[in-house]
Protein backbone atom coordinates (compact mmCIF):
# COMPACT_ATOMS: atom_id res chain seq x y z
CA UNK A 1 0.00 0.00 0.00
CA UNK A 2 1.35 3.33 -0.76
CA UNK A 3 0.43 6.70 -0.57
CA UNK A 4 2.22 9.56 -2.51
CA UNK A 5 3.18 12.90 -1.14
CA UNK A 6 5.55 15.48 -3.43
CA UNK A 7 8.66 15.24 -4.49
CA UNK A 8 9.08 11.70 -4.77
CA UNK A 9 8.03 10.49 -1.27
CA UNK A 10 5.48 8.64 -0.23
CA UNK A 11 4.24 6.47 3.00
CA UNK A 12 4.18 2.33 2.80
CA UNK A 13 2.98 -0.27 4.57
CA UNK A 14 4.13 -3.78 3.17
CA UNK A 15 3.14 -6.65 5.87
CA UNK A 16 4.36 -10.10 5.07
CA UNK A 17 2.19 -12.00 7.23
CA UNK A 18 3.22 -15.94 7.98
CA UNK A 19 1.93 -19.05 9.10
CA UNK A 20 3.68 -22.03 10.31
CA UNK A 21 1.28 -24.72 10.07
CA UNK A 22 3.44 -27.35 11.90
CA UNK A 23 3.13 -25.50 15.27
CA UNK A 24 -0.05 -25.66 17.38
CA UNK A 25 -2.97 -23.43 16.91
CA UNK A 26 -2.20 -20.74 19.34
CA UNK A 27 1.09 -19.98 17.27
CA UNK A 28 0.37 -20.61 13.80
CA UNK A 29 0.38 -16.77 12.92
CA UNK A 30 3.27 -14.08 12.35
CA UNK A 31 0.61 -10.80 11.99
CA UNK A 32 3.21 -7.54 11.56
CA UNK A 33 1.58 -3.98 11.80
CA UNK A 34 3.21 -0.87 11.06
CA UNK A 35 4.92 1.15 7.68
CA UNK A 36 7.48 3.63 6.96
CA UNK A 37 8.61 6.25 4.41
CA UNK A 38 10.18 6.41 1.20
CA UNK A 39 11.69 8.55 -1.58
CA UNK A 40 12.10 7.85 -5.51
CA UNK A 41 14.82 9.68 -6.93
CA UNK A 42 17.64 10.00 -9.49
CA UNK A 43 21.47 9.37 -8.82
CA UNK A 44 23.24 10.53 -11.80
CA UNK A 45 22.05 8.99 -15.54
CA UNK A 46 20.94 6.03 -13.25
CA UNK A 47 17.55 4.93 -13.59
CA UNK A 48 15.03 5.85 -10.91
CA UNK A 49 15.64 4.31 -7.81
CA UNK A 50 12.90 3.50 -4.79
CA UNK A 51 14.15 3.46 -1.42
CA UNK A 52 12.35 2.80 1.86
CA UNK A 53 12.06 2.14 5.50
CA UNK A 54 9.36 0.10 7.04
CA UNK A 55 9.19 -1.04 10.58
CA UNK A 56 6.55 -3.17 11.86
CA UNK A 57 5.83 -4.50 15.00
CA UNK A 58 4.73 -8.24 15.22
CA UNK A 59 0.62 -7.76 16.63
CA UNK A 60 0.67 -11.75 16.90
CA UNK A 61 3.56 -14.28 16.23
CA UNK A 62 4.32 -17.75 17.87
CA UNK A 63 5.29 -17.43 21.56
CA UNK A 64 9.13 -17.44 22.32
CA UNK A 65 10.14 -17.55 18.73
CA UNK A 66 10.95 -14.89 16.74
CA UNK A 67 10.96 -10.67 17.08
CA UNK A 68 8.39 -8.82 18.63
CA UNK A 69 9.69 -5.86 15.72
CA UNK A 70 10.53 -5.88 12.21
CA UNK A 71 12.90 -3.33 10.37
CA UNK A 72 13.05 -3.21 6.86
CA UNK A 73 15.37 -1.11 4.38
CA UNK A 74 14.74 -1.35 0.62
CA UNK A 75 16.23 -0.17 -2.55
CA UNK A 76 15.00 -0.97 -5.98
CA UNK A 77 16.15 0.12 -9.15
CA UNK A 78 12.80 0.77 -11.83
CA UNK A 79 13.03 0.42 -15.32
CA UNK A 80 10.25 1.97 -16.93
CA UNK A 81 9.31 0.85 -20.26
CA UNK A 82 9.86 3.09 -23.28
CA UNK A 83 6.39 3.90 -25.50
Known amino acids: MNYNLSNGWHLTSS ?3 TANWKNKSSDTWTVPFGGGVGRVFRL ?3 PPINS ?13 IGPDWTLRF ?4 LFPRQR
Open 15 to 17: PII
Open 52 to 64: SLVAFYNVENPSN
Open 44 to 46: GSL
Open 74 to 77: TIQF
